[in-house]
């Protein structure tokens, strides 16, 4: 296929070694990339852009004294790094005006030399369910509507695969210009619920929310 996918996994085994193997790896090169990555932007606008502390450190420290000062190489206080906290960096900064736009250029302008590996959509599935989990597509609105790739026959081949969940509510409106409106996100749902009657899926609800206020805002819809 050829195309990225986004998998979830619920009521998996934390304990599993494989998948935290897994994990553990896929962590570790994200922060190294996200690294590189935001001394690249910086040096590029020739100012701190991106603030290493800041991504690495959302919460503020506490007012013990004997606390010690961070360093840049410290990276255990946030599991995962990733594009997004870039992208946001930008946006907040003026340099963008939407996520797209500023997703597009850090995968244009700010590459470096580390390959996180992915894993073929069969192995991810047969990873989860290996751990005890069950495996859910996560937003297939964006599948369906800015791919070439038909979500019903993509459907038909991850189920027998273990596939056991579609996550029919998402927050689409207004991320792409396939999402405009409101009437063009409804109907995208009722559809996603549709599709996990027919193959008999989980239907799961997702935010994607990275801050407290669009939680908010998402939970207010349902």
């Not at 100012?47 to 410290?74: C, E, F, M, Q």
């Not at 964006?142 to 979500?151: D, M, N, R």
């Not at 596939?163 to 409804?186: C, H, N, Q, W």
Request: aromatic content about 6%.
């Amino acid at each position: 296929m050829g195309k990225e996918i986004h998998l979830l996994g619920y009521g998996f085994n934390l304990a599993d070694g494989p998948l935290n193997k897994h994990l553990n790896l896929t962590q570790k090169l994200r922060k190294e990339r996200v690294t590189l990555q935001l001394a690249v932007i910086n040096r590029f606008f020739g100012r701190t852009v991106v603030d290493l502390n800041k991504i690495l450190y959302p919460s503020p420290r506490g007012t013990n004294k004997s606390d010690s000062p961070r360093s840049a190489n410290d990276l255990s206080c946030r599991d995962t790094l990733m594009k997004p906290h870039l992208v946001h960096a930008l946006l907040s900064q003026g340099l963008f005006s939407e996520y797209r736009a500023a997703a597009y250029w850090v995968a244009q302008n700010a590459q470096v030399p580390v390959q996180v590996p992915k894993l073929p959509i069969a192995a991810a599935i047969a990873m989860i369910v290996a751990a005890g989990g069950e495996a859910v597509l996560a937003h297939p609105g964006y599948i369906a509507c800015e791919s070439e790739v038909k979500l019903d026959s993509l459907l038909a081949e991850l189920v027998p695969l273990g596939l056991r969940g579609l996550e029919v509510d998402y927050p689409y409106l207004g991320t792409s210009p396939a999402f405009a409106d409101a009437a063009g996100e409804k109907k995208l749902i009722a559809n996603m619920r549709r599709l996990a009657k027919r193959f008999k899926l989980k239907e799961t609800r997702g935010s994607d929310a990275h801050d407290i206020e669009a939680l908010k805002r998402f939970s207010s819809k349902c």
